[in-house]
């Protein structure tokens, strides 16, 4: 129980680890993701096979002589950025308004609905990939074969990795109590969604976009079986060329996702802090209202 203003105690079961414990597990993850990173920066600057290092590795990619050499990694690189420009939109256009209708008023179609999206992670996508084939074959036909209609596809795979943060942020929050005092005050649906469901939101969305995005990155088996080149297939052209660029880039692409990690932990760092701040706030005016009333 807590006192007035105070905040619910959450009761804890079983025993927390000490410390030593939390220090050792940490040490040990934290070893299991460094030691193969360490080993692949190590790689980048290795010289042959006498051990010595070196930069030249690096100064080749900037080298002109070279363009043409790692050429299709930048078109690579640029195909997969417009898939992932593409399924972001179809993340925030279509996954997230069907998240938020389904939870304000089908809230019986949730299960279904969340069925749905978790099925693309228990197929092997491989076998995704050979009912993707007869789809693309029409797909082709209408819209081309750019490497940006692997949008489509790929927003499928990304639907379970979408799908969780967004509905995590909208089981921490009361879109129905929140919606509903927001209309009886004669906020509009738009000014609802914009003000107020989206901001409380926020957290949820910056996830799902950001995981959608390092899928993108690290998608290889839909475009090597559809004949389309995007990052990781012109990674493996390269590689057999010269496998210390395709090595840089690899580490760079590790890199960039580790980066989207901490962006999406600051976000939802600062989001609880305003939480609390408020939370906080609301407590002091309620005490001191009751004072007054006393």
Not at 211 to 239: C, N, P
Request: with cysteine; proline share 5%; glycine share 8%.
């Amino acid at each position: 129980m807590s006192g007035t203003g105070g905040a619910t105690r959450v009761p804890r079961f079983g025993v927390a680890p000490s410390r030593v414990t939390a220090a050792i597990v940490l040490i040990v993850v934290g070893l299991v993701f460094a030691v193969p990173l360490v080993a692949l920066a190590q790689f980048t600057f290795r010289q042959g096979t006498d051990g010595s290092l070196t930069v030249a590795h690096y100064a080749a990619i900037a080298d002109p002589v070279n363009a043409a050499t790692y050429q299709p990694v930048f078109d690579g690189l640029g195909a997969s950025l417009v898939i992932a420009l593409i399924t972001v939109a179809i993340v925030l256009l279509v996954l997230l308004p069907a998240q938020i209708i389904t939870a304000l008023r089908y809230p019986r179609l949730r299960r279904i609905l969340e069925f749905v999206c978790i099925v693309p992670i228990t197929v092997p996508v491989v076998v995704l990939v050979v009912g993707f084939i007869p789809v693309y074959q029409i797909v082709a036909q209408v819209f081309g074969s750019g490497a940006w209609t692997l949008a489509f596809a790929i927003g499928i795979v990304s639907l379970p990795f979408a799908f969780r943060p967004i509905a995590a942020a909208i089981t921490a929050m009361d879109m129905t109590v929140l919606s509903e005092a927001a209309r009886s005050l004669g906020a509009s649906w738009w000014t609802v969604t914009w003000r107020v469901l989206l901001p409380n939101l926020r957290r949820g969305i910056t996830a799902a976009c950001f995981l959608t995005i390092t899928v993108v990155l690290g998608e290889y088996t839909l475009a090597s079986f559809l004949s389309r080149t995007t990052f990781q297939t012109a990674l493996l052209l390269v590689q057999s060329t010269d496998p210390y660029v395709a090595a840089i880039f690899s580490l760079g692409a590790l890199v960039f996702g580790f980066v989207l990690l901490v962006v999406i932990g600051r976000v939802g760092a600062a989001r609880v802090g305003t939480a609390r701040v408020g939370a906080a706030r609301a407590g002091t005016a309620r005490r001191s209202r009751t004072k007054e009333s006393a």
